[in-house]
């Protein structure tokens, strides 16, 4: 059954430092989100990449975050400078033609520890 | 008022036991529904879309009641397996392809 891949599972960064977190969809999606979720907290969304390029990003991903589809394959998530704040699991998610509307298929997570 | 909102519960019941969650949405304009479940520090997995019919798969029934913006999720014969927690989304539809998730439900399944 084909999956989202993310990798690392889990990194440990150091305050000011930039993470590339990294993520390969499912091969005939189209429509590739990041999420995160904070320890505790609900799931959220970050940005939607369509066609390569932004096609939707929440308050959350300001100035300091990117995102960039490098080849046919990888779907990578930046942070420039990370905060303590910053410290969540990253989830990479993809879906079909229609968008969410059959909803999204999630990878296993980037648990992201800022120190 | 909350986008999505769920009783977070925890819901314990006993190995057999049929369990029900419910969920209410703020944007009446949403088009698409759906349960996924969220193993503990794990990723949210889609158990099923949600249809304003009414659907079923196995064990599972999911109901959408548009006018009250009200979803459920039935779970019959409960297994210890099913012990997770259960996640209401909304995808608003539009010019949007994001996913709102609900703080989710915890659902524990005891022997």
């Known amino acids: 059954e084909p999956e989202v891949t993310q990798t690392p599972s889990h990194q440990v960064t150091q305050m000011g430092q930039e993470v590339i977190l990294r993520c390969v969809p499912i091969?005939?999606?189209?429509?590739f989100y990041w999420y995160r979720q904070i320890l505790g907290q609900k799931v959220e969304f970050l940005v939607s990449?369509?066609?390569?390029?932004?096609?939707?990003k929440s308050e959350i991903f300001d100035d300091q975050f990117s995102v960039e589809r490098p080849d046919g394959s990888n779907f990578t998530l930046k942070i420039r400078s990370t905060k303590l704040e910053d410290s969540a699991m990253y989830f990479c998610?993809?879906?079909?033609?229609?968008?969410?509307?059959?909803?999204?298929?999630f990878g296993q997570g980037t648990r992201l520890t800022v120190v | 008022r909350k986008e999505v909102e769920q009783d977070p519960g925890p819901f314990n019941v006993p190995e057999g036991a049929t369990v029900a969650f419910n969920c209410t949405y703020s944007?009446?304009?949403?088009?698409?529904f759906f349960w996924y479940r969220q193993d503990c520090r794990k990723e949210p997995k889609l158990l099923m879309s949600?249809?304003?019919s009414g659907n079923e798969d196995g064990r599972f029934t999911a109901q959408l009641n548009r006018a009250s913006q009200y979803i459920s999720l039935l779970i019959r014969d409960s297994k210890l397996s099913d012990s997770a927690t259960y996640l209401c989304?909304?995808?608003?539809?539009?010019?949007?392809?994001?996913?709102?998730f609900g703080t989710g439900t915890l659902l524990a399944v005891q022997p």
């Open positions: 989304v909304v995808n608003p539809g539009g010019a949007t392809n994001k996913l709102i």
């Open positions: 091969s005939n999606h189209l429509y």
């Open positions: 998610a993809s879906s079909e033609g229609e968008g969410a509307a059959m909803g999204a298929f």
């Open positions: 944007n009446s304009a949403s088009q698409s």
């Open positions: 990449f369509y066609n390569n390029e932004i096609s939707e």
């Open positions: 949600v249809y304003s």
